[in-house]
């Protein structure tokens, strides 16, 4: 699989991606798709698992929104930050599911923040879409839409 987000420094969003498979890579592994008890470790186990997410880190990080709404921070619907990053301009339902790397995917807990959302947005399949989960940390975006960069 090919890094979406190693240059960040010197990209601008909905630039072309060089993976097709970008988009769907990141709902995959950040939108959530399944309706489930969130403050059930057993249920996110069993979603970790039915998803084949187990392993991938010991904390994932989950968008408890539609994926139209996660898309559109790609668009006039968010603010440009920096570089190929947008921000949704509302805050947004994140899970952070810290599990441990073992074949039996352990849950050990399961935070539940609500905060703005930072992605990397790439044009994938002549759409720009996102395509990397950036940690948001109190950053500040411009005024501007994120899609008036393109």
């Known amino acids: 699989m090919t890094s979406n987000f190693a240059s960040l420094d010197k990209s601008k969003p909905c630039e072309e991606s060089s993976s097709k498979d970008a988009y769907d890579n990141f709902v995959w592994k950040h939108i959530l798709r399944q309706i489930f008890p969130r403050d059930s470790k057993h249920e996110w186990q069993r979603y970790l698992k039915s998803e084949n997410l187990c392993g991938r880190a010991p904390v994932q990080s989950f968008i408890d929104a539609s994926e139209n709404e996660v898309k559109n921070i790609c668009s ?57 989960f950036q940690e948001y940390s109190h950053q500040k975006p411009t005024k501007h839409p994120c899609i008036s960069h393109v």
Do not use: D
């Open 76 to 132: 006039r619907s968010g603010l440009y930050l920096y570089n190929n990053l947008c921000m949704s301009q509302k805050r947004m339902t994140i899970y952070e599911v810290h599990s441990t790397n073992n074949s039996v995917c352990t849950v050990e807990s399961v935070k539940k923040i609500t905060q703005f959302v930072i992605v990397a947005c790439n044009k994938v399949r002549n759409q720009c879409r996102p395509v990397h």
